[in-house]
């Protein structure tokens, strides 16, 4: 094996072999796994949040894969209607043109071409991350294939009655020129105002109860007057109640609109008096169907004033229009006062433009007899949402659904299979000919398709069955259909998850998968959402690979949407990253990936933890070195060839007398370990596995097990079956361990796996094939575990006073022990060797009961002493001198932390978790002072008199 670790040497070779090979296809047998992709969108690149997810997909595709599961990973895109159809404009405009310049097949065209540059993108990513997804059924949801399903679907939907077309208010985007769903709608409170406007009683003077000829209205929009139809007051309200009925003059516009009475209005807000404009506001067209009032449109698609308002005031942009209402109204003394205001704002979550309340003919899916069937399928326990909260959000959003909008006016997307003749008549079929069949309409009859796309979560709720063939039956629909297990983020609980519950049991007859796995979001260190804005963005390769300083300068401050923030973000990226990001390789970032995986809302990421486990990549692969060198090695088993003593006998069992307590108690941790591991995985807490891991392999393996081996196998006094007994246990546990870490780590454990399965009698050709580690195989072993407990206490406690005396490591020094019982003496004596070993010992002598023993430093094992004499070791006047600095140093520091946490100010002002870490820092210099303090005490002790 190569000295160091390298992992830009050996990444892209294994992938390429893994895939050359087919072995990421399903194997035909054994229990159906399936996951089924969230699938990206090609609208860049994968992010963060991907990387994660797919980390926790591929790690329970490779654990099922070597449980002798029949796994698919369905890996696929996106077309991501309204986010790639921006992407492509913006292109277009860098280049002069614009998209009403040109054809839709051309603009579509050029989408496609961007969609080959992007799709090519995601797919090198996915394979640097080291994805086992079945590549031969890669799929795209515009595809011929999917494309024949959604249409499939709305047609059978259609003709059931579960879809039409009306005219309603839609989420519209003036910008984009598209309806949007709610949940594209992104609502955020902005400063604004409320203006209070006189509106005359028609026909002359009427007394109000307050004296006044007029009523007065508030609202926050006197842009949209010349669209009421209404003033309504709550019926209870008494200072309107004579009033109700009465009809009122509309300022500027002259027409006559009544006074009515709704429930709706409320009474404390403003004046309790409010227009009502049913063709731009949810709540004003809700009391418009309730009184039958008209609905008047003021607004162009583009939200400029429409040819129905008064001619001065037409082709105006509605906040211009808003500027010359209100002048025009404060010249005509109708402003009886204006406030600020706070309101809730919503915007496109992809424009970021204020959407309008839009009257507009849509396509809408009838949800209800949808939604109830999805509803019972999770209250049934059909599908199970982990952690179980998150059921809690899909029923709240699932009871309440209103329908569905499905139609977007973009010409990126699956068109709608809808047709009209030049009455406007609508005709809905899978192709033309089929509307014609289906009508009895000849040639003569001219139709024309309808111009608007489907929502891109219509084509995306069909993915679990479209993908794997629907509505063709097929043997890998029937096989993998339904998934095992969906992992996606919370925030899509309702973009997507409930969407395909509801299509997978209306079209399947069974839901989509049986457990729903949500993950938290990733965020920066400090807890905040990772934007472009913010500057905080890591690119997933950029840890795999490493980017240096200007490289990752260059990346985060280009294609700002706000220019004004590129000093700040470059300076902020110098001041965290001065050189760059290192190298760290894939199992590392996915081994973090699983490590921060916890049932949290979010997730913290930092750059340290992922450096930490880098040097576990070193740690494994130094002490796989070890071990390969250690078994190919001859001199350490004289007179039998290393790797023949291994293979020569039952790779899983050595004769019992010749293995050593260090042998069957690492047989036995294993063990232990892959119980943690299976209970976890089954569980989907990958933090657990991952911890479970890292625990055996760093402290168990590498620095307990490795070095006891080193007493036998370098002791030539050593019994040739104890020493082929520990090898064949050293060649067992790492092989073994290979097949344990490679869900999580699969590129090192591969590269280790493929040196230390000869060793171990073990043939084939990856890891990835091989069977999981069977916990049974390697079962517990109380005794050997009890007296290894016993050998690491006594070397801790060893170690515990050289740190305490700071006594150098590599000084051998002699331990008394005191009040040893029979069975100390005994594991003394035939421990003896790992004893000194481990714990640098010159010797090791029980004192007699009621012996003398000299000035020592002491560490207590059970009811044992350990005693090392100091007299000699360390030069006590210089050991004072030292501590005497430490506990000075700590005591200040102390000080000085404490008066900021007794500064209210600060207290007050700082972040909380900057306070937290403050009161936890005095918490450890207050541990750290005290340690000082006894340690001070005891080397005093040394001095002469």
């Known amino acids: 094996m190569d000295k160091v670790y390298a992992p830009q040497d050996i990444e892209r070779r294994i992938y390429e072999r893994w895939e050359s090979r087919g072995w990421f296809q399903p194997s035909g047998h054994g229990t159906p796994y399936c996951i089924m992709i969230p699938p990206p969108n090609v609208t860049g690149t994968l992010h963060m949040g991907h990387a994660f997810q797919h980390t926790?997909?591929?790690?329970?595709?490779?654990?099922q894969r070597m449980r002798g599961s029949d796994t698919l990973w369905q890996p696929g895109t996106d077309h991501a209607g309204i986010a790639t159809q921006m992407v492509v404009e913006r292109q277009l405009n860098a280049q002069g043109l614009r998209r009403g310049e040109m054809s839709r097949e051309d603009f579509v065209a050029r989408v496609w071409q961007w969609k080959a540059q992007s799709g090519g993108t995601i797919a090198a990513q996915m394979r640097r991350l080291g994805d086992s997804v079945d590549w031969s059924r890669d799929r795209f949801t515009m595809d011929p294939d999917l494309s024949r399903a959604v249409i499939e679907v709305f047609v059978r939907l259609y003709d059931e009655g579960l879809i039409y077309r009306g005219k309603r208010l839609v989420n519209w985007d003036p910008v984009l020129l598209t309806a949007l769903s709610d949940l594209e709608v992104q609502s955020a409170e902005e400063d604004g105002q409320i203006w209070h406007i006189r509106y005359p009683f028609a026909g002359g003077k009427v007394a109000a109860a307050d004296g006044h000829d007029y009523v007065v209205v508030a609202t926050t929009r006197p842009e949209t007057l010349f669209g009421d139809v209404a003033v309504a007051v709550n019926p209870a309200d008494e200072r309107y109640q004579a009033l109700v009925g009465r009809r009122?003059?509309?300022?500027?516009?002259?027409?006559?609109?009544?006074?009515?009475?709704?429930?709706?209005?409320?009474?404390?807000?403003?004046?309790?008096?409010?227009?009502?404009?049913?063709?731009?506001?949810?709540?004003?067209?809700?009391?418009?169907?309730?009184?039958?009032?008209?609905?008047?449109?003021?607004?162009?698609?583009?939200?400029?004033?429409?040819?129905?308002?008064?001619?001065?005031?037409?082709?105006?942009?509605?906040?211009?229009?808003?500027?010359?209402v209100v002048a025009e109204l404060t010249d005509a003394g109708l402003i009886e006062r204006t406030e600020k205001h706070r309101a809730a704002i919503p915007r496109g979550d992809r424009s970021g433009a204020a959407l309008e309340p839009y009257l507009t003919d849509q396509w809408y899916v009838k949800i209800a007899p949808l939604a109830r069937p999805a509803i019972e399928a999770v209250e049934s326990g059909r599908t199970r949402f982990v952690p179980e909260n998150w059921a809690?959000?899909?029923?709240?959003?699932?009871?309440?659904?209103?329908?569905?909008?499905?139609?977007?006016?973009?010409w990126w997307g699956h068109r709608?299979?809808?047709?009209?003749?030049?009455?406007?008549?609508?005709?809905?079929?899978?192709?033309?000919?089929?509307?014609?069949?289906?009508?009895?309409?000849?040639?003569?009859?001219?139709?024309?398709?309808?111009?608007?796309?489907?929502?891109?979560?219509?084509?995306?709720?069909?993915?679990?069955?479209?993908?794997?063939?629907?509505?063709?039956?097929?043997?890998?629909?029937?096989?993998?259909?339904?998934?095992?297990?969906?992992?996606?983020?919370?925030?899509?609980?309702?973009?997507?998850?409930?969407?395909?519950?509801?299509?997978?049991?209306?079209?399947?007859?069974?839901v989509p998968f049986r457990d729903v796995y949500i993950t938290g979001l990733i965020r920066d260190e400090h807890g905040d959402k990772m934007s472009k804005s913010k500057g905080n963005v890591i690119d997933p390769l950029d840890i795999v690979d490493g980017i240096d300083l200007e490289s990752l300068v260059a990346k985060r401050t280009s294609g700002l949407m706000q220019p004004q923030l590129e000093p700040a973000i470059e300076k902020a990226t110098r001041r965290q990253y001065p050189q760059g990001i290192p190298a760290s390789g894939t199992d590392a970032l996915r081994f973090t990936f699983a490590a921060l995986a916890s049932p949290s809302r979010d997730i913290r990421f930092d750059l340290a933890r992922v450096a930490g486990y880098r040097n576990f990549c070193n740690k494994l692969w130094n002490a796989?070195?070890?071990?390969?060198?250690?078994?190919?090695?001859?001199?350490?088993?004289?007179?039998?060839?290393?790797?023949?003593?291994?293979?020569?006998?039952?790779?899983?069992?050595?004769?019992?007398?010749?293995?050593?307590?260090?042998?069957?108690?690492?047989?036995?941790?294993?063990?232990?370990?892959?119980?943690?591991?299976?209970?976890?995985?089954?569980?989907?807490?990958?933090?657990?596995?991952?911890?479970?891991?890292?625990?055996?392999?760093?402290?168990?393996?590498?620095?307990?097990?490795?070095?006891?081996?080193?007493?036998?196998?370098?002791?030539?006094?050593?019994?040739?079956?104890?020493?082929?007994?520990?090898?064949?246990?050293?060649?067992?546990?790492?092989?073994?361990?290979?097949?344990?870490?490679?869900?999580?780590?699969?590129?090192?454990?591969?590269?280790?796996?493929?040196?230390?399965?000869?060793?171990?009698?073990?043939?084939?050709?990856?890891?990835?094939?091989?069977?999981?580690?069977?916990?049974?195989?390697?079962?517990?072993?109380?005794?050997?575990?009890?007296?290894?407990?016993?050998?690491?206490?006594?070397?801790?406690?060893?170690?515990?006073?050289?740190?305490?005396?700071?006594?150098?490591?590599?000084?051998?020094?002699?331990?008394?022990?005191?009040?040893?019982?029979?069975?100390?003496?005994?594991?003394?004596?035939?421990?003896?060797?790992?004893?000194?070993?481990?714990?640098?010992?010159?010797?090791?002598?029980?004192?007699?009961?009621?012996?003398?023993?000299?000035?020592?430093?002491?560490?207590?094992?059970?009811?044992?002493?350990?005693?090392?004499?100091?007299?000699?070791?360390?030069?006590?006047?210089?050991e004072v001198e030292r501590l005497t600095k430490q506990l000075a140093k700590t005591q200040a520091d102390l000080l000085k932390t404490r008066g900021r946490l007794d500064n209210e100010s600060f207290v007050r002002g700082a972040p909380p978790q900057v306070v937290a870490a403050e009161r936890e820092r005095v918490a450890e210099l207050e541990r750290s002072a005290a340690a000082f303090s006894a340690q001070l005490a005891r080397v005093r002790e040394l001095l002469p008199p």
């Not at 926790?56 to 654990?63: A, E, F, G, K, V």
């Not at 809690?392 to 006016?409: A, G, H, L, P």
């Not at 050293?730 to 097949?739: I, M, N, T």
Request: proline letters at 6%.
């Open 248 to 324: 009122l003059t509309l300022p500027l516009a002259g027409r006559e609109v009544p006074l009515i009475a709704d429930d709706y209005v409320d009474a404390a807000f403003g004046t309790g008096a409010v227009k009502i404009t049913p063709a731009h506001d949810f709540n004003d067209y809700e009391v418009g169907l309730r009184h039958a009032l008209p609905q008047i449109s003021v607004f162009t698609a583009r939200a400029t004033m429409a040819d129905n308002v008064p001619e001065r005031f037409r082709g105006l942009d509605r906040f211009e229009a808003r500027r010359r």
């Open 416 to 510: 709608i299979p809808a047709w009209y003749d030049s009455a406007g008549r609508v005709y809905v079929g899978r192709d033309e000919a089929e509307v014609r069949r289906r009508h009895g309409l000849d040639a003569s009859v001219a139709l024309t398709q309808d111009n608007d796309v489907l929502d891109t979560w219509f084509s995306s709720a069909l993915w679990p069955f479209a993908t794997l063939g629907w509505p063709q039956s097929n043997d890998a629909l029937m096989r993998f259909y339904p998934g095992s297990v969906l992992i996606t983020g919370f925030d899509i609980i309702f973009f997507w998850v409930a969407r395909m519950m509801m299509m997978g049991l209306k079209f399947m007859g069974e």
């Open 624 to 878: 796989a070195r070890f071990v390969s060198l250690s078994l190919e090695d001859p001199a350490s088993a004289p007179g039998v060839t290393a790797p023949a003593a291994v293979r020569d006998s039952p790779a899983a069992h050595a004769p019992d007398a010749h293995l050593s307590v260090a042998d069957r108690w690492i047989s036995a941790r294993f063990g232990r370990t892959l119980t943690a591991v299976d209970e976890a995985l089954r569980n989907y807490r990958f933090d657990f596995a991952s911890s479970a891991l890292y625990e055996f392999t760093w402290y168990d393996f590498c620095d307990w097990y490795l070095e006891m081996t080193k007493v036998v196998l370098q002791d030539p006094q050593a019994p040739a079956e104890a020493r082929a007994a520990t090898r064949r246990t050293l060649a067992r546990l790492l092989e073994a361990l290979q097949r344990a870490l490679h869900p999580l780590m699969p590129f090192i454990t591969e590269e280790i796996w493929q040196r230390a399965a000869p060793l171990a009698g073990v043939s084939g050709e990856t890891v990835m094939l091989q069977p999981w580690p069977q916990a049974g195989d390697f079962p517990a072993d109380e005794a050997a575990e009890r007296e290894a407990r016993w050998i690491q206490s006594v070397v801790l406690g060893v170690r515990q006073i050289r740190g305490e005396v700071n006594i150098s490591p590599g000084k051998r020094i002699p331990l008394l022990i005191r009040d040893a019982s029979a069975q100390d003496l005994d594991l003394i004596e035939r421990h003896r060797a790992w004893l000194e070993r481990l714990a640098g010992l010159a010797s090791v002598t029980a004192l007699a009961a009621g012996a003398a023993a000299p000035q020592a430093a002491v560490a207590l094992v059970g009811g044992m002493s350990l005693l090392v004499p100091l007299a000699g070791l360390i030069d006590a006047r210089a």
């Open 392 to 410: 809690r959000t899909y029923f709240e959003w699932m009871r309440n659904i209103k329908d569905w909008c499905v139609s977007r006016q973009l």
């Open 56 to 63: 926790l997909m591929d790690t329970l595709t490779r654990y």
